[in-house]
């Protein structure tokens, strides 16, 4: 069993950055893949990025290529999502999954633990 917490998001301007972090309880974290996904309102929720154990595969979806960064600290049992430039359409509620069994996975389907989610906010 994994607990998540994000933490990190929060209100910024229009070209500005915001950090998530994704702390995990329980045991063997750092064999888990993690994804970011985010649901803005109205909208179902996406994926964003995700690694795997070892941060040897990390993937984006094409909105977050070259702005976002996704790393992990096993040693802290914590996944951050590192956001530049943001920009209004990146307001959304963010999440954080894991799973022991996928190799940085993209769908939403292949996650079983969740965290409760972060707002993030961008205002123009």
């Known amino acids: 069993q994994v607990q998540l917490v994000e933490s990190g998001g929060g209100l910024v301007q229009s070209g500005g950055s915001l950090r998530l972090s994704c702390v995990a309880s329980g045991r063997a974290f750092s064999t888990y893949s993690v994804g970011w996904f985010r649901q803005a309102p109205g909208e179902d929720r996406e994926f964003v990025s995700a690694i795997n154990w070892n941060s040897a595969s990390e993937y984006y979806k094409d909105f977050a290529k070259g702005r976002f960064t996704i790393s992990r600290d096993n040693a802290k049992s914590t996944v951050y999502l590192q956001m530049n430039n943001l920009k209004p359409g990146d307001t959304a509620v963010y999440y954080c999954?894991?799973?022991?069994?996928?190799?940085?996975?993209?769908?939403?389907?292949?996650?079983?633990?969740w965290g409760q989610g972060t707002q993030v906010t961008v205002s123009s």
């Open positions: 999954a894991a799973d022991p069994r996928i190799v940085a996975g993209r769908a939403q389907s292949e996650y079983t633990y």
